[in-house]
């Protein structure tokens, strides 16, 4: 293997694995499609490098395996679009930014401490509810769940989450309610069922009603009008995970017939 | 790393399911999960799977001295270890509860039931008897332990195999599996452990709870009997009221699925035993499934069908004529044969014997290992034949053998040839290799 990197073409949606090195085009081609070997030089425009990449002296810099995936740029012309890899992960690591479902395990003075599924557990303090004053505590208890998103998420320090968004307002997220399931699920299912337009979703949709919240850290809450829906539910998208499309369209109809 | 906390929601949401009779993975209350059984190719090596509860059992034996008050029996020891590959709420090396009270269990329903004859272990009374010694491992956590380990602590020591021994007068021989068979142990009966969940003060009841349901439940009843309807333990934990007749309805259900599960166990191990007759496959490698997420995905790989023609026409212009196939082999001795006279080595110049050697290294690889070793066997009695001193080391270390770079044949940049050095390479470091064995 060649000290510099890679010697033969990465094609999107192959298999990269970490410590491949791929050399960004020197002139970006029609369709974008291709890593070339080549002298490296800036490409034009803005290229993202999301998750499992990182930038690097020669160019980019594989962290993780997986599929590589690359998605035009928006406007015409100019800008690289965004690279990145679909990799497969149960264990959740915090990220900034990431909405997640915690479990509260503790009550200790003026925060909570909340478990994210990760190394260490995130504080959350009371102040981050929506309406939430110094006298108008919240109604949280130990073992509730809620829905946040990290604010502060790096491998140094404990992570902290809040309720709010940058204005102030819930915008959905709090307390879960007292019904309905949680379960667990790989990373990568999750990211599927946040993708715009899931299918999985809307089929199942059709099905019966439910609410569900979906939690980047692999945690998924569900419910429905009866505990054997939600069970329904809970098992198709635990299922989900190894069916292809046809498989689950067939076993939703198998359900709606019945 | 702490275990995930249970959430309020979950505890009601599971309450409420037993409450209707609804169980997470949409068994019935009394329904077990898959009892999966396979075997390694050791004798006495058994991974059991109970849904997704995995236990790997081992079974060994060894020669000690016997207890001294029991002087004419052998000795039973029996092991689980609970690793934090099961769960991230196991530590290593800590003795918790939970540990404790499942050894205790496994001991008391597989040591005291007599299920194996200790009799039968003894070698020579007061000297040497057979130490059993089993070994499990839980591998995964997903509920009902001691239903898995004591499943597989029954099917390893059922299929464990010790060295047949032979004892005359004061002489102990112990052969070994290729000289005799090894022998079975002396198994009366199988004594399996059947776990009870208890939940709302005894109202509900479900069998095998899986890894949330133990989490809720009030009160656990293991009752361990084997197929004859004989009851060998009875635990009851978590401090809960039983009434006589929910106890006797669990002894009752316990018999019909003790029978359902030994006749899996017999079934699994007389298909092990036939694997092994006829000489196939066994050993996990075999028996347990792949896992894989992209089991459903297949890649199309484009192929570049354009100018294959010409691209062929090309090689096949360039390529040297096919050689003379020698179809009849040469007979050097019995068992040693030749078949053809192999490629030209660019080795340059070497000693003949090395030279005979090579010749028959190019032939097909796929000779057997015995010519082989007569071969060389064959070219060192050739060598000290020739010379008056014996020669004990290679004679690469002895003389200078300058390599002349002999012209390859072909040195074409077509891809073909490529192929064609890589596998002269190949052949070369064959032969690189044949002569560091002929030591």
Redesign the interface.
């Known amino acids: 293997m060649a000290a510099s990197g890679l010697s033969a073409e990465v094609d999107v949606g192959q298999v990269v694995l970490p410590g491949d090195v791929l050399l960004l085009p020197a002139a970006p081609n029609a369709d974008g499609e291709r890593l070339r070997l080549g002298p490296s030089s800036a490409p034009r425009g803005r290229l993202l490098c999301g998750p499992g990449l990182r930038r690097c002296a020669a160019g980019l810099l594989v962290t993780k395996c997986g599929l590589l995936r690359h998605r035009p740029p928006a406007g015409a012309g100019t800008g690289g679009g965004a690279y990145w890899v679909d990799s497969?992960q149960k264990r959740y690591v915090p990220v900034k930014g990431d909405p997640i479902i915690g479990?509260v395990?503790a009550k200790a003075g003026d925060i909570f401490k909340v478990?994210v599924?990760g190394?260490e557990q995130a504080s959350l303090s009371y102040l981050a509810f929506e309406g939430a004053t110094k006298r108008n505590r919240p109604n949280v208890?130990v073992?509730?769940?809620v829905y946040g998103q990290f604010i502060v998420a790096n491998k140094d320090m404990e992570p902290e989450m809040v309720c709010i968004d940058s204005s102030g307002r819930a915008n959905g997220m709090g307390i879960?309610?007292?019904?309905?399931?949680?379960f667990k699920v790989s990373l990568g299912l999750i990211r599927k069922l946040l993708a715009p337009n899931c299918e999985i979703i809307q089929e199942l949709g059709q099905l019966y009603p439910f609410e569900i919240v979906l939690g980047m850290n692999g945690r998924i809450?569900v419910k429905a009008k009866t505990?054997?829906q939600?069970?329904i539910v809970?098992?198709i998208l635990e299922a989900c995970?190894?069916m292809?499309s046809e498989q689950r369209k067939q076993a939703l109809a198998k359900l709606s017939e019945s | 790393m702490k275990e995930t906390p249970l959430s309020n929601c979950e505890k009601r949401f599971l309450l409420r399911a037993i409450e209707e009779r609804k169980r997470l993975d949409g068994r019935q209350s009394y329904d077990y999960r898959n009892v999966r059984v396979s075997f390694g190719t050791d004798y006495g090596c058994c991974v059991v799977e109970l849904g997704k509860t995995r236990v790997l059992g081992q079974v060994s034996c060894e020669l000690v001295a016997p207890k001294p008050n029991r002087a004419t029996e052998g000795i039973l020891f029996f092991n689980l270890e609970l690793s934090p590959m099961a769960s991230p709420a196991f530590e290593l090396g800590r003795q918790s509860e939970l540990l404790v009270k499942l050894n205790r269990l496994l001991e008391r329903c597989l040591r005291n039931s007599k299920c194996i004859d200790t009799e039968s272990l003894c070698v020579v009374a007061g000297e040497k008897v057979w130490q059993i010694r089993v070994d499990l491992h839980l591998l995964n956590h997903d509920g009902n332990i001691i239903d898995a380990a004591s499943i597989a602590a029954i099917v390893a020591l059922c299929h464990f195999r010790r060295p047949d021994i032979s004892v005359q007068g004061e002489e102990i021989t112990v052969y070994t599996p290729e000289e005799r068979d090894p022998v079975p142990l002396s198994i009366h009966h199988m004594p399996i452990c059947v776990s009870f969940a208890f939940f709302k003060q005894g109202t509900y009841l479900l069998v095998d709870p899986s890894e949330r349901e133990e989490r809720v439940m009030d009160g656990l009843l293991v009752i361990a009997m084997n197929k004859h309807h004989e009851i060998c333990t009875i635990q009851s934990s978590g401090g809960i009221m039983l009434l006589k007749d929910q106890v006797l309805r669990c002894s009752k259900i316990t018999g019909v699925k003790v029978a359902e599960i030994t006749e899996l166990i017999q079934k699994a191990l007389e298909n092990d035993r036939k694997v092994r007759k006829e000489g196939g496959k066994c050993g996990f490698a075999e028996s347990i499934p792949n896992q894989k997420i992209t089991a459903f995905k297949m890649e199309r790989a484009p192929v570049d069908a354009n100018d294959v023609e010409e691209q062929a026409e090309e090689i096949i212009m360039k390529a040297d004529p096919p050689l003379d196939v020698f179809a009849k082999p040469i007979l050097w001795t019995p068992g040693t044969a030749q078949i053809g006279e192999g490629v030209e080595n660019s080795w340059g110049e070497l000693e003949e014997s090395e030279r005979g050697e090579e010749e028959d290294d190019d032939n097909d690889p796929d000779t057997l290992e015995d010519p082989k070793m007569e071969m060389e066997d064959v070219s060192i009695v050739s060598k000290t034949k020739k010379d008056d001193t014996i020669v004990l080391s290679d004679s690469e270390e002895e003389e200078v053998v300058i390599l002349k770079p002999e012209k390859v044949p072909k040195k074409t940049r077509t891809p073909t040839s490529s192929k064609q050095e890589n596998s002269s390479k190949k052949v070369s470091n064959k032969k690189r290799k044949k002569k560091r064995v002929s030591y």
């Open positions: 497969q479990i395990t478990d599924g190394s208890q073992g509730d769940l879960i309610g007292h019904e309905g399931l949680l809450w505990v054997q939600t069970l809970a098992n995970e190894h292809t």
